[in-house]
C-alpha cells in the first residue's frame, strides 16, 4: 500500500482545486483496504473512498482524514456467463461499457461517457440518455463498518434518481455484479449499438463544456417545474432563464454551453465554486420558486 501525507486532492479531482488530504492511500485488494481502515482508525481520522474524483468538491483547506484510492484488484471484470457481469469498484465505467459491449451485451452503453468508476456509479446510481446503473444491477459486494463482506441484491440497494442506500447506510462498494441483455434479443447488432454509443458521445461533447474542469452536472433534475412552466425539470434550463450563463465568482463560471455546469474557468479555488453554487441556488429560488439541490459531493470544511 501507497500512503502520501498532505497530498493535494486538486491533483486527483476533475475541478483540479482542493487542498491536501492528510493520508492519501492507493490501496490495490482487500488486505491493502483494511490497512488503511487500520490507519484512520489508528489516527481517530475519518475516512473517504475516492473514484476518479469526477463528482467531488475539495475545500481549499483540505481534508483532516485519509482518502482510499481503489486501484489494482479492484479493477478488474468478471465474464460469469450469460450476459453476467462481475466489475470492480475501480473499474472505470467508460471501459465496463464498452467492454461488455464488445461481447454482445446491451444495458449500460450509453453510460461510457461517464468518467467516473463503477463504484462511484453504483453509490449514485449514474445514468444517461435513459439508461441507469441500478436498472441492470443485479448484485453488490460490500464492506460494512463491522469488517463484514455482504452481498446486496438489487432489492436492498435503494435506487432511486441519483441515489442508493449506500450514500445514508455507509459501507465500501468493492464490487457489483450486472446482468445485461443479448443484442441479439433487442432485434439490434453490435454495430447498431456502437452506433448508439457514439451518438450518445457526440452529444455529450456538442452539449458539454469537456474542455474546461468540472464535475458534470452541478445540480439534480428537477422533480416538477416552476408553476409557469410545469413541464421544464431540468435545472440549466431555470438557471439559464435566470440570466446565470457565464456567470462568474472569482475563477468559477456556469458555463456558456451548459447552464447546469460550474467550470474552473480561470484559477478558481473551491471556495469560488461552492459559493457560485450558493448563488445560483438563491437566484433561482428568488426567479422561480424553486429549490435546486447539489448532485457534487462535499468534503472537507468549507
Do not use: W
Not at 479531482?13 to 487500520?38: Q, Y
Not at 475539495?58 to 484488484?73: F, M, N, W
Not at 432485434?187 to 456538442?206: F, I, P, Q, T, V
Not at 417545474?225 to 413541464?231: E, K, L, Y
Amino acid at each position: 500500500m501507497q500512503v502520501l501525507e498532505n497530498e493535494p486532492m486538486s491533483k486527483h479531482t476533475s475541478f483540479k482545486v482542493g487542498g491536501p488530504a492528510r493520508f492519501f492511500a492507493k490501496v490495490e485488494n482487500m488486505a491493502d483496504l483494511k490497512e488503511a481502515l487500520a490507519l484512520a482508525r489508528e489516527k481517530g481520522l475519518s475516512y473517504f473512498i475516492l473514484g476518479n474524483g469526477t463528482n467531488l468538491l475539495v475545500s481549499d483547506r483540505g481534508y483532516e482524514g485519509v482518502v482510499i484510492a481503489l486501484s489494482g484488484a479492484f479493477s478488474e471484470i468478471e465474464d460469469l456467463g450469460s450476459g453476467k457481469f462481475k466489475a470492480g469498484a475501480a473499474t472505470p465505467l467508460g471501459k465496463f461499457a464498452r467492454h461488455t459491449l464488445k461481447q454482445g451485451y446491451a444495458g449500460i452503453h450509453k453510460l461510457a461517457g461517464i468518467p467516473g468508476t463503477l463504484g462511484g456509479a453504483v453509490y449514485m446510481n449514474a445514468g444517461a440518455y435513459g439508461q441507469e446503473i441500478g436498472n441492470c444491477c443485479t448484485q453488490v459486494t460490500v464492506l460494512e463498518s463491522d469488517g463484514n463482506i455482504r452481498e446486496l441484491p438489487t432489492s436492498a440497494c435503494g435506487f432511486g434518481y441519483r441515489r442508493s442506500v449506500f450514500k445514508d447506510a455507509g459501507g465500501i462498494i468493492l464490487s457489483a455484479t450486472f446482468q445485461l441483455q443479448d443484442t441479439t434479443s433487442l432485434g439490434k447488432s453490435n454495430a447498431d449499438l456502437e452506433a448508439e454509443l457514439e451518438e450518445c458521445m457526440a452529444k455529450r461533447k456538442a452539449t458539454q463544456p469537456l474542455n474546461k474542469p468540472n464535475a458534470g452536472s452541478t445540480f439534480k433534475r428537477l422533480d416538477t417545474g416552476a408553476a409557469a412552466m410545469p413541464t421544464q425539470v431540468a435545472p440549466g434550463y431555470y438557471i439559464e432563464q435566470a440570466g446565470l450563463k457565464g456567470y462568474r465568482i472569482g475563477g468559477a463560471e456556469v458555463s456558456t454551453l451548459h447552464a447546469n455546469f460550474i467550470v474552473n474557468a480561470d484559477n478558481a479555488t473551491a471556495t469560488d465554486i461552492k459559493s457560485l453554487s450558493e448563488y445560483v441556488q438563491s437566484k433561482v429560488a428568488e426567479k422561480f420558486g424553486i429549490t435546486l439541490q447539489r448532485e457534487i459531493i462535499l468534503l472537507g470544511e468549507f
